[in-house]
T-cell receptor
Framework: GAGVSQSPSNKVTEKGKDVELRCDPI?????LYWYRQSLGQGLEFLIY????????KSGLPSDRFSAERTGGSVSTLTIQRTQQEDSAVYLC???????????????FGSGTQLSVL | DAKTTQPPSMDCAEGRAANLPCNHS???????VYWYRQIHSQGPQYIIH???NNETNEMASLIITEDRKSSTLILPHATLRDTAVYYC???????????FGAGTTVTVRA
């Protein structure tokens, strides 16, 4: 596709349920990022994938959060036993290269608005 | 630990140039200045970046002071569609994370 695609665009769930958020990066982009944006706040880094390297999970807020990237393309962010404080917009971004690139540009999707009731 | 300081908000008249300041007084030699913007209900969008020279593209111009401690993003002819939050970010080439601060909320008025 032409840009980063995220699905669903909106997700309403009940506290305690598990949710899966999907990200389709731009074809050929080796780096993939997940960020979280709570209402009225800036972006919070969650996790970074680069090619076949081990992902940087340092931003994941708890062990209820996990992410995987299959075949170096599609990524899924999973939140287990959701809590109300998990409510936020989850943004995915991809880039051509990743670190050490002087012309690195991140392309973001429109995000998934997660509401935990 | 914020690396950049931006005014929280500013207004601009449609058709006029918008000049967005950013202070990054602790920037180091291998850190680039990046600008992104986020229009309501969308993901951030890349605008421009630079190291020490001024840069221009189809969206904006970036002016970096000689000591690199501050920069200005210039939108030459602001339109209503330029209303957004603008983020000034300092990025080390050895890092891949972009740290987004609070940004400047720019409102373009007719």
């Amino acid at each position: 596709g032409a840009g980063v695609s995220q699905s669903p665009s909106n997700k309403v769930t009940e506290k305690g349920k598990d949710v899966e958020l999907r990200c389709d990066p731009i074809s050929g982009h080796t780096a993939l990022y997940w960020y979280r944006q709570s209402l009225g706040q800036g972006l919070e880094f969650l996790i970074y994938f680069q090619g076949n390297s081990a992902p940087d999970k340092s931003g994941l807020p708890s062990d209820r959060f996990s992410a995987e990237r299959t075949g170096g393309s599609v990524s899924t962010l999973t939140i287990q036993r959701t809590q109300q404080e998990d409510s936020a917009v989850y943004l995915c971004a991809s880039s051509l290269v990743g670190r050490f690139a002087t012309n690195e540009k991140l392309f973001f999707g429109s995000g998934t608005q997660l509401s935990v009731l | 630990d914020a690396k950049t300081t931006q005014p929280p908000s500013m207004d601009c008249a449609e058709g006029r140039a918008a000049n967005l300041p950013c202070n990054h007084s602790t920037i180091s030699g291998n850190e680039y200045v990046y600008w992104y913007r986020q229009i309501h209900s969308q993901g951030p969008q890349y605008i421009i970046h630079g190291l020490k020279n001024n840069e221009t593209n189809e969206m904006a111009s970036l002016i970096i002071t000689e000591d690199r401690k501050s920069s200005t993003l210039i939108l030459p002819h602001a339109t209503l569609r330029d209303t957004a939050v603008y983020y000034c970010i300092v990025r080390d080439l050895n890092d891949y994370k972009l740290s987004f601060g609070a940004g400047t909320t720019v409102t373009v008025r007719a």
